[in-house]
């Protein structure tokens, strides 16, 4: 752990559960905390921690008086080195204390921050903001904008300014819910900085799936359902850690889906699934010339669904409905370019997939290094894809061909640079205005952290026992 130099902090403040700033209103609650800590220190915690090294001190003397005697020359310099001003905490304190500070600030300084920010004048009442929450890199509040006819765009545009007047901060961003409210992230680290194990990562309830920290300092939790997912980077740019956090949130669900995986000659990204080497995929493809086949597979089963849906009046795939329609289908392309014209034709399967399989169930993932350019009458292929991931591109050019000029803007992939911004992406998402900035997780393949993925080893018991008991009961069919 590392370790942080926090000067002039008496040590129990670290540990209080509140704000040092609240304290100086009250003088005399401050001064009785300070005093009470004081006391606790020199009448219990100082004679328990002294008889415990006399004890000790004691018992070695008969060994040898030499080490007893340097029992006690350590405590008693350990004792006095902790009481100084000037000491050494962890970066766990000090974050803690740090937290400390930028809490009360907010409170104490809020509608004055609010001013000064430019998002109220000061013949306005500034907008109010609710509890303000602990984060793993900051604090969050929600700002009630809408009370005081404030819109999200405003006190967006005000958050670098604001950043700047609380100080000591990362960052502060603003993530809009509604036109009534929005949250407020203060980081006070970079939450895109360095890498994530997949393994630390949380896991996120059907259908959602954790892929990274957002640049607001939140877990990324899309939605998977009903979503062709299009994962657009230069080599190198994370497109299959990307993936991989896809896979493994996937397979820790109750109900995990069916995997039909087509993997380019030569590839070393996604063998893991093949079931010869113990993988989880029920499609294993490697010859690009067959893939048309496979889409033809999973294009059948999407029509075989629809017409199930369409004799009961469905809309859509949901888990109560698996028994009838069957489980849910992610079918995994690595590298769409690689895809032969067969396979991406006008009239292919894969086309006609990308169009009607989404609701029911029989989804789409892959990945390319450029947008692939179609000239077919319906336009490009990536269009077809209702979820977007683009990473780093190689300049404004790539850019523009893979998110539309009109987004590039909001989304400048191209300002990312190799290797340092490995894995960073911007997603957006079917109903979601805008792009979502965020740092997926990290896939190292020297030590093949993803193979016990593939092979279950991740997996959470029950969801284990639950796919069991759904490939037993729940999908059988009648013959």
Not at 79 to 99: I, N, P
């Amino acid at each position: 752990m590392s370790v942080v130099a926090v000067r002039n902090v008496p040590r129990w403040m670290l540990w209080l559960p509140g704000d040092p700033l609240r304290y100086e209103k009250w003088p005399g609650p401050f001064i009785a905390v300070m005093v009470c800590g004081e006391l606790l220190h020199q009448a219990v915690l100082r004679p328990v921690r002294l008889a415990v090294v006399a004890v000790a001190a004691y018992s070695t003397w008969a060994v040898s008086p030499w080490l007893g005697l340097a029992i006690l020359v350590l405590t008693t310099g350990w004792d006095r080195l902790a009481r100084s001003r000037s000491w050494a905490a962890s970066g766990r304190l000090a974050r803690s204390y740090r937290q400390c500070q930028v809490r009360g600030t907010l409170r104490k300084r809020w509608p004055k921050l609010m001013r000064d920010g430019d998002v109220v004048d000061a013949h306005h009442k500034p907008p109010p903001h609710g509890p303000i929450w602990r984060t793993d890199t900051g604090v969050k509040l929600k700002v009630k904008h809408g009370r005081v006819a404030v819109t999200a765009d405003e006190v967006k545009s005000s958050c670098t300014k604001l950043a700047g007047l609380v100080g000591n901060v990362h960052s502060i961003r603003l993530r809009p819910v509604n036109p009534d409210y929005s949250w407020m992230y203060v980081n006070l680290v970079n939450p895109l900085a360095g890498t994530i194990s997949a393994a630390s990562m949380p896991v996120s309830p059907f259908p959602r799936a954790t892929l990274g920290r957002a640049s607001e300092g939140h877990w990324y939790q899309p939605t998977l359902l009903g979503l062709h997912i299009l994962i657009i980077a230069e080599s190198g740019g994370g497109k299959s850690s990307l993936m991989w956090d896809i896979i493994r949130s996937a397979e820790q669900w109750e109900m995990p889906p069916v995997w039909y995986v087509v993997d380019k000659p030569g590839g070393i990204e996604m063998p893991a699934l093949d079931p010869a080497l113990g993988g989880i995929a029920t499609e294993y493809e490697r010859d690009m010339r067959l893939a048309d086949k496979l889409f033809q597979k999973m294009a059948a089963e999407a029509e075989r669904r629809n017409e199930i849906m369409r004799r009961n009046h469905w809309k859509t795939w949901k888990p109560e409905r698996a028994e009838a329609l069957g489980p849910l289908v992610f079918g995994i392309v690595d590298e769409l370019l690689a895809l032969p014209k067969k396979a991406t034709r006008e009239d292919g399967h894969l086309r006609h997939l990308l169009q009607m399989g989404r609701a029911s169930g029989v989804q789409l993932i892959a990945n390319t290094q450029l947008p692939q350019r179609d000239e077919q009458a319906l336009g490009r292929l990536p269009d077809l894809f209702t979820g977007k991931f683009v990473g780093a591109m190689e300049g404004v050019g790539a850019a523009v061909s893979a998110i539309g000029q009109a987004a590039y803007d909001d989304a400048p992939a191209h300002t990312l640079h190799l290797p340092t911004d490995a894995g960073i992406f911007f997603a957006k998402e079917e109903g979601v205005s805008g792009f979502t900035k965020f740092k997926a997780g990290f896939v190292d393949d020297d030590h093949e952290e993803h193979l016990p993925i593939a092979r279950g080893e991740l997996r959470a018991n029950s969801a284990r026992l639950g796919r069991e008991l759904t490939r037993q009961l729940s999908f059988r069919r009648a013959a």
